[in-house]
């Protein structure tokens, strides 16, 4: 916990000028199978159901979608909302949904300066889950946004956070080290509890520093991998394959990320 809060002292602030570009040009179905989307939405799955919310009937918000991957997993008996700040990707990403069956008027575009009066986001919107994957370590608020978020929440209603930990290397996009104290401490300041939380993935340990490669060799082999590892975990349950995955700690792997569900102090 010290650790985490230290390192977070000394972070510098950084810009997320990357995210209006980055996701551009990415939704072919191998895309998605990539290890790098596929375990985030195979964690929050995890959580997601051992909480009584499969992926089917419920009111979904992806609040800083990336590549849709998430809400493509959602069931066609799902309305989804989702926003993104690249208009080019968000005009992919509806192309994508809707190709799968959905209803995407509520996918737009996010405008970092005002999101918080985005109309997915007026008060006569509730959801039952609003994911925040990989969002929340970028932000100078993030307790912020929790809170808005949280005005929310339908009755029952929970916010799923994924958030990296054990990074071997600093992320230059990051604002925050994370760990399970910064959830805890998040949580309590935004007036919410943790329901659950699990810290698991050790897949990505050691490959970790490959995908943070520079150069076109570097990036064709972290595809790769990243491929491969897509494809192997499509075989497995969500707590099969992690599950596996915790037998890497005798070759001394962690945890790369935690997956965590918020619920309102008046849902407790
Ligand atoms: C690493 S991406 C995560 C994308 C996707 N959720 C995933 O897990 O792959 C971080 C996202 O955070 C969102 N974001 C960045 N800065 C933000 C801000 N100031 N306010 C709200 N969202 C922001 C952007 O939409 C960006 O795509």
């Given at each position: 916990m010290k650790d985490a809060m230290e390192q977070n002292e000394k972070l510098p602030v950084r810009d997320q000028e990357k995210f209006y570009s980055v996701y551009r040009g990415r939704q072919s179905a191998l895309y998605h199978f990539a290890y790098m989307r596929s375990a985030k939405v195979k964690a929050a799955r995890l959580l997601l159901e051992r909480n009584d919310r499969a992926l089917k009937d419920l009111s979904v918000l992806d609040h800083g979608f990336g590549t849709g991957t998430f809400l493509r997993a959602c069931h066609t008996s799902c309305r989804i909302a989702g926003l993104e700040v690249d208009p080019v990707n968000v005009e992919a990403v509806r192309r994508m949904l809707s190709g799968c069956g959905h209803d995407v008027s509520n996918i737009g575009v996010l405008d970092v300066s005002q999101w918080d009066s985005h109309p997915v986001l007026g008060v006569d919107r509730k959801y039952d889950v609003i994911l925040l994957s990989h969002v929340?370590?970028?932000?100078?608020?993030p307790v912020g946004l929790l809170r808005r978020m949280s005005m929310n929440l339908a009755k029952g209603g929970v916010i799923c956070g994924l958030l990296p930990i054990n990074e071997r290397r600093p992320d230059e996009n990051h604002k925050w080290v994370c760990d399970r104290a910064l959830v805890a401490s998040w949580a309590e300041e935004s007036g919410m509890s943790v329901k659950d939380q699990s810290e698991l993935d050790h897949y990505v340990y050691y490959a970790q520093p490959l995908f943070h490669a520079k150069g076109h060799m570097g990036r064709v082999m972290a595809q790769g991998i990243s491929l491969v590892l897509g494809l192997k975990q499509a075989l497995f349950p969500p707590s099969i394959w992690f599950g596996m995955g915790r037998c890497l700690r005798i070759i001394g792997a962690r945890p790369g990320q935690i997956v965590f569900l918020l619920e309102t102090k008046r849902d407790k």
């Open positions: 929340l370590e970028h932000l100078d608020d």
